[in-house]
């Protein structure tokens, strides 16, 4: 059974920094295309970075980009997301996925296969 677990969530202060880390287990996703979202109660779930498998682009939702890091390592079949300059703004749950069927990036969560259970992320003001 192909399982993701994200770890790395907690409480911090406003332009302090989290490491995300999502670890895949039950097959190998080296050859996919991974995800970060994050979504808050009643609202839509929000692409947040993405990279892909072959040459490991990167890809970042516009609110993150130069704050967020998405990466990757396939021998520990994990990924990370690095976070700094937080602000309240931020504060959501966290979820990593798997893309099983592109070879890019796609923003649209509907395209992805295999979700962890989320991990939540509250930045204080």
């Known amino acids: 059974q192909a399982q993701l677990v994200e770890s790395g969530g907690g409480l911090v202060q406003a332009g302090g920094s989290l490491r995300l880390s999502c670890a895949a287990s039950g097959r190998t996703f080296s050859t996919y295309v991974m995800g970060w979202f994050r979504q808050a109660p009643g609202k839509e779930r929000e692409f947040v970075a993405g990279?892909?498998?072959?040459?490991?682009?990167?890809y970042y939702a516009d609110s993150v980009k130069g704050r967020f890091t998405i990466t990757r390592d396939n021998a520990k079949n994990t990924v990370y997301l690095q976070m700094n300059s937080l602000k309240a703004e931020d504060t959501d749950v966290y979820y990593c996925?798997?893309?099983?069927?592109?070879?890019?990036?796609?923003?649209?969560?509907?395209?992805?296969?295999?979700w962890g259970q989320g991990t939540q992320v509250t930045v204080s003001s």
């Open positions: 990279i892909s498998w072959n040459i490991g682009s990167t």
């Open positions: 996925a798997a893309d099983l069927d592109t070879i890019d990036v796609v923003p649209n969560p509907i395209e992805y296969n295999y």
